[in-house]
């Protein structure tokens, strides 16, 4: 498996910035990692370099957990692709539309760009889950879904990411009390 970050790096530096509209005079400066929610052409070598390194992380750090647990829009491919390296099953926490009304229980997601619901469904109490999501900015969607899982009697034993913006991710160990990995840092 590749230890290196090498085609990651470079796809973190050559992002560019495009400006999100959140109010009529509001804009949010949003990078558009190919890797993440909103990017689009991802090269198989960085494919490779990123499930990889997810997958020795996840060895590393997280083997006590029972299924991989991933947010849409931009966490669920990078937990799907580590659960399938790794033989582990997953939950995928699909956003909210009309497909799934009287079926989840359903969580407010808001980002510094948008607002949305979560969708929960198939855990059980005492599962042991690890939360594997594509970016961390201010830890808001994970703590969303670590506050639901704590109500639902849901273990998280740990988040794993593919990059963490500043050093929120670290406040977020902190307050949620579980390991929080991350490939790199900007």
């Known amino acids: 498996m ?12 050559n992002a560019r910035t495009v400006k999100i509209q959140k109010t009529n005079d509001t804009f949010y400066d949003f990078k558009l990692y190919p890797f993440g929610e909103r990017g689009t ?34 966490g669920h491919t990078w937990g799907m692709l580590a659960a399938y390296k790794l033989l582990k099953p997953i939950n995928i926490l699909r956003l909210s539309t009309d497909l799934y009304k009287d079926i989840h229980l359903e969580v407010k997601r808001e980002t510094a760009y948008n607002e949305n619901r979560i969708c929960f469904d198939g855990f059980q ?24 899982m704590q ?14 913006k ?14 929080v990995r991350i490939l790199s840092q900007v």
Do not use: W
């Open 151 to 164: 109500e639902m009697g849901v273990k998280l034993v740990g988040v794993q990411a593919i990059i963490a």
């Open 166 to 179: 500043g050093e929120h991710y670290r406040k977020l160990e902190e307050d949620l009390n579980v390991p």
């Open 125 to 148: 109490a005492n599962d042991r889950v690890l939360l594997v999501d594509d970016v961390i900015s201010s830890g808001a969607t994970i703590r969303s879904i670590a506050v639901q």
């Open 41 to 74: 052409y991802i090269a198989p070598e960085l494919i490779n370099e990123i499930t990889d390194n997810l997958a020795v992380s996840i060895q590393g750090h997280f083997q006590d957990c029972d299924y991989i647990v991933s947010p849409e829009p931009g």
């Open 2 to 13: 590749s230890l290196t970050n090498t085609r990651l790096s470079d796809s973190i530096a």
